[in-house]
């Protein structure tokens, strides 16, 4: 969720990654907090801003306009609240009321990685999880394999590739998210949404869960975002003409960069000030490929147990009328800090600066969840909730996933990589004060990394 509201008729703008989700007045956000005060407590939910009697000056304005901006973020941020079908369910409706569309039957098509559109018939108000059923049900995909895969929004770039918006959120409605950036270039795509690839032995042993699998495994070596060599390519390509789908993830599995989602080339401040940086996220860490001003190319991970928080800020031009940012146009500035332990009893800020930092505090997010939910000895097939009401309509026309083409040869252009120097380990996570080192920003606008604990002198 974007921390950036805005003020229009005495209506504030909420934003998610720079595009207007809703439009809310002070008394609707009132009885959000009252509502959540009566499920869960005056002790749990934080402080609202108080009412006034008198009408507001400019400053006070301004002032309240941060005040709730804090509150929000801080419901959002936290565990049960964040989580709650009341937070939820709010934030939904107050979508599909600012972007007018009425509650009907529509069909919304959803590509998969081979290109492949799934169309299903949903309605406007469906969320998130009934759109992800709806998809997997027309796939025939069985139902405890559902919670491995998410639906992303992406823009389709020129040469077909894609360039990752945001996972889709349970906050939000589909078809809506979609349809009012009114611009063909936005899709939904279904991705596998998990980071340990011991997972893809649950996937793999359903036909559509390895159709899927092994479609989107072609999809990434296609697009570069797997390294191979002319050797592997070679191996790979033997195994496709043999249809061996389930020996070519193998070895996919063992390849540089197999199941990290990248991202756009954008700029960070590590090693120096404004370096342009290809980052992926993938195997608990975010891994980076500086170009230095020296024009040397240099490749390290930031191990995701070794972040201490992060935050995200965001900063949207005031002047951009009562209807929030343009869709799609990149005027909003976004950064992902993150503090992270260098080496012993040496924190360090480390930022980027991409369009697609929101996107990467839910990867952060997810791997801290995912590595939390291994420790507990839970299981990845718990993490998806079923809602227990709430009917879809379940598609007859189950709908098969077609085989990709074979793979072209791989390109020849792409540097090799120097190491950093530092060789930055894995450890394990615990909970966080808020950090003196930032005081530029309120306790509430940090996500705590809970996997990072017990980080003893041998790990360093």
């Not at 998990?194 to 032995?201: C, E, F, N, P």
């Not at 359903?206 to 191996?235: C, F, M, P």
């Not at 040397?296 to 928080?309: A, L, N, P, W």
Request: glycine share 6%; net charge neutral.
């Amino acid at each position: 969720l974007g921390s950036d509201w805005c003020l229009s008729l005495q209506a504030y703008n909420i934003h998610v990654n720079g595009v207007l989700h809703c439009r809310v007045r002070y008394s609707q956000l009132l009885g959000l907090h009252e509502q959540l005060r009566k499920e869960y407590g005056a002790n749990v939910v934080p402080a609202f801003p108080p009412k006034k009697i008198f009408t507001l000056t400019p400053a006070e304005v301004e002032q309240r306009r941060e005040q709730l901006e804090k509150y929000m973020q801080a419901v959002r941020q936290d565990p049960t609240l964040g989580g709650s079908e009341t937070f939820n369910s709010f934030l939904r409706k107050a979508q599909q009321e600012t972007q007018q569309i009425p509650t009907e039957e529509v069909v919304l098509e959803v590509l998969l990685s081979n290109g492949q559109k799934v169309k299903v018939t949903i309605l406007t108000s469906d969320q998130t999880e009934d759109v992800l059923e709806a998809v997997a049900s027309k796939l025939d995909l069985p139902d405890d394999l559902v919670g491995y895969f998410s639906l992303f929004l992406v823009r389709e770039t020129k040469d077909g590739a894609f360039s990752f918006v945001r996972k889709l959120q349970e906050f939000e409605l589909p078809y809506v998210s979609v349809t009012s950036l009114h611009n063909p270039e936005f899709r939904i795509i279904l991705r596998k949404s998990y980071w340990d690839s011991s997972y893809d032995d649950d996937v793999m042993e359903h036909r559509v869960g390895l159709n899927l699998l092994y479609a989107q495994t072609v999809s990434d070596i296609e697009h570069g975002w797997i390294l191979v060599n002319k050797e592997q390519h070679r191996q790979l390509k033997s195994l496709q003409e043999k249809v061996s789908k389930k020996e070519f993830i193998r070895l996919a599995q063992t390849l540089k960069y197999y199941g990290y989602l990248k991202f756009d080339p954008c700029i960070t401040d590590f090693p120096e000030k404004g370096c342009h940086v290809v980052v992926s996220a993938g195997n608990n860490e975010l891994n980076f490929q500086v170009r230095l001003p020296s024009e040397q190319i240099k490749e390290g991970s930031f191990k995701v147990t070794r972040m201490r928080c992060w935050r995200v800020t965001s900063s949207v031009p005031m002047n951009n009328g009562p209807s929030g940012s343009s869709p799609g146009k990149s005027e909003v500035k976004l950064e992902l800090a993150f503090e992270y332990l260098m080496s012993k009893d040496r924190l360090q800020w480390v930022t980027i600066t991409s369009p697609q930092a929101i996107m990467l505090s839910i990867c952060l997010q997810s791997m801290v969840d995912e590595l939390m939910v291994k420790k507990s000895g839970g299981s990845i097939r718990k993490m998806f909730r079923r809602r227990v009401n709430g009917a879809l309509r379940r598609s007859d026309s189950q709908q098969a996933v077609k085989s990709p083409p074979l793979l072209d040869s791989p390109d020849a252009s792409r540097e090799p990589m120097a190491k950093l120097s530092s060789k930055l380990t894995s450890v394990s996570l615990r909970g966080i004060s808020h950090s003196s080192s930032a005081n530029d920003v309120g306790a509430n606008d940090f996500h705590g990394n809970y996997a990072f604990e017990g980080i003893g002198d041998e790990d360093l």
